[in-house]
């Protein structure tokens, strides 16, 4: 027959405990001898100390492969797309709505454009892009001589816009039917947006068929041309005073005042005709104005 454990009190067991914490009778730290405890602790600092190395080994190797400026890998598209403002979207496409005899409907485009070219201030970019680039050519650079250990950038004033800049005409033509559109194109890093040194990229807008109510199209600066001096793009933190390069359009509607374009950057590495993306290196805007 099975005996009975005995029921131990709490005092017994507090006894136990302390007899397991410190034994006196064979010189016992928790049931280890204090020489195999330092033998134990330094097992342990070893391993950690190795663990420690390796990852610091790790992190250090992946930190220098790494460049603080471009990403290795990204998902953007090799071709950049292209946006156009003021940018007043619709269901499908931006559709840039207005009435001539409504000066807040009109004044609303002026305000966007106005916003929108801020950093292109004449001030502001001299104040942070007080650099000569040379024209015409790509403005490659292999080292950050720039302030605060960044690379140039090379200005760009709204009065490279001409009449569409908002200096001479604060309306940019919305007080009637010849509305200025600008014309950008998206970031891409170290995009070059042509095989060729000496060919720059040049907006080219179309009326579509069906809403041929345009009487003549005009790009600023010269031609619509984007030029090289602007690429290639090292990043935001390589080239935090960037700005983008635009073009301005100005249409002069007539007749039904309403119409429908396509406007892309032409260049013989921007592909238009993606039939997975039918909006890269394009844009497609509607203009109506009502009077």
Not at 104 to 133: A, D, G, R, V
Not at 186 to 195: D, K, Y
């Amino acid at each position: 027959m099975a005996t009975l454990k005995e029921k131990r009190t709490c005092g017994q067991r507090c006894e136990d405990f302390g007899h397991f914490v410190w034994n006196s009778d064979n010189g016992t730290f928790m049931g280890r001898t204090p020489v195999k405890w330092v033998y134990i602790s330094l097992y342990y600092v070893a391993f950690y100390a190795v663990m420690t190395g390796l990852f610091s080994l790790a992190i250090f190797v992946l930190m220098y492969t790494l460049s603080p400026y471009t990403p290795d890998y990204h998902d953007r598209l090799e071709s950049p797309g292209v946006m156009v403002w003021p940018n007043t979207y619709g269901e499908e496409i931006v559709e840039i709505t207005y009435n001539t005899s409504n000066k807040k409907s009109w004044t609303k485009m002026c305000t966007i454009l106005k916003n929108f070219l801020q950093p292109y201030n004449e001030t502001k970019q001299q104040l942070l892009n007080n650099h000569t680039c040379t024209k015409g050519k790509y403005y490659f650079q292999k080292t950050f001589t720039a302030p605060h250990h960044t690379k140039w950038s090379c200005p760009f004033t709204e009065n490279m816009l001409g009449p569409c800049s908002g200096i001479e005409d604060p309306t940019f033509g919305y007080n009637c039917s010849m509305p200025c559109v600008v014309i950008k194109m998206n970031r891409v890093i170290n995009f070059l947006p042509s095989n060729m040194t000496s060919v720059a990229p040049y907006v080219n807008c179309t009326v579509l068929s069906g809403s041929e109510n345009v009487d003549e199209i005009e790009y600023f600066p010269q031609n619509g041309t984007m030029d090289l001096s602007y690429f290639p793009y090292y990043g935001k933190l390589a080239q935090p005073n960037y700005v983008n390069p635009l073009v301005a359009v100005k249409f002069s509607l007539i007749k039904k005042k309403q119409a429908k374009i396509q406007c892309r950057v032409v260049s013989d590495v921007i592909s238009y005709e993606n039939i997975h993306d039918p909006y890269e290196g394009k844009v497609i805007f509607s203009l109506n104005v009502q009077s």
